[in-house]
T-cell receptor, first 111, second 115 residues
Framework: GENVEQHPSTLSVQEGDSAVIKCTYSDSASNYFPWYKQELGKRPQLIIDIRSNVGEKKDQRIAVTLNKTAKHFSLHITETQPEDSAVYFCAARRSQGNLIFGKGTKLSVKP | DAGVIQSPRHEVTEMGQEVTLRCKPISGHDYLFWYRQTMMRGLELLIYFNNNVPIDDSGMPEDRFSAKMPNASFSTLKIQPSEPRDSAVYFC?????????????FGQGTRLTVV
């Protein structure tokens, strides 16, 4: 089955700096890669996703890149703000399958 | 739509008692997932259903755990007997299948504490 590894487990940055979170997956048939943000005590919510036929996707300050050959994908947050502080999860899935999550990255943005 | 609805939000129970967690998926969604979240293990998929049929229950930790989906708008996750190590936040999520990949929406979660 699918296995998703996520690094780092914790990340601390200064406000305004960039943050990068990296994930690798094992199942070459996976073709959908979402990123979820979970604030303390709340539910995970989708912030951006990418499909296997696309190498990069951007939405304002967040972007995701995918390297299918190497089976890894990354989340990039630019101009970080304190409200970006949360736990971020990557995930991978085949079509019509179930989402397998990475262990999460706790991002702290210091003012 | 009110989103995925879970109940109760919090549950405190004594070891050995039966616990039932409930989930109402978003209307029209045909996939339903149960996840367990702990600090040590992150978000673990326990079981998922497609059109009310269990597809993969390999994540269910042991026979004490069982899940049902009697109709398209309701699912339960039952633990009997409960143990302290079952303490976690349990999330239900649903999504719609289709030609494209679709977002999975999570419920608010049920925080279970077994004492």
């Amino acid at each position: 089955g699918e296995n998703v590894e996520q690094h780092p487990s914790t990340l601390s940055v200064q406000e305004g700096d960039s943050a990068v979170i990296k994930c690798t997956y094992s199942d070459s048939a996976s073709n959908y890669f979402p990123w979820y943000k979970q604030e303390l005590g709340k539910r995970p919510q989708l912030i951006i996703d990418i499909r296997s036929n696309v190498g990069e996707k951007k939405d304002q300050r967040i972007a995701v890149t995918l390297n299918k050959t190497a089976k890894h994908f990354s989340l990039h947050i630019t101009e970080t703000q304190p409200e970006d502080s949360a736990v971020y999860f990557c995930a991978a899935r085949r079509s019509q399958g179930n989402l397998i999550f990475g262990k999460g990255t706790k991002l702290s943005v210091k003012p | 739509d009110a989103g995925v609805i879970q109940s109760p939000r919090h549950e405190v129970t004594e070891m050995g008692q039966e616990v039932t967690l409930r989930c109402k998926p978003i209307s029209g969604h045909d996939y339903l997932f149960w996840y367990r979240q702990t600090m040590m293990r992150g978000l673990e998929l326990l079981i998922y259903f497609n059109n009310n049929v269990p597809i993969d229950d390999s994540g269910m930790p042991e026979d004490r755990f069982s899940a049902k989906m009697p109709n398209a708008s309701f699912s339960t996750l039952k633990i009997q007997p409960s143990e302290p190590r079952d303490s976690a936040v349990y999330f239900c999520a649903s999504r719609l299948s289709g030609s494209g990949d679709t977002e999975a929406f999570f419920g608010q979660g049920t925080r279970l504490t077994v004492v």
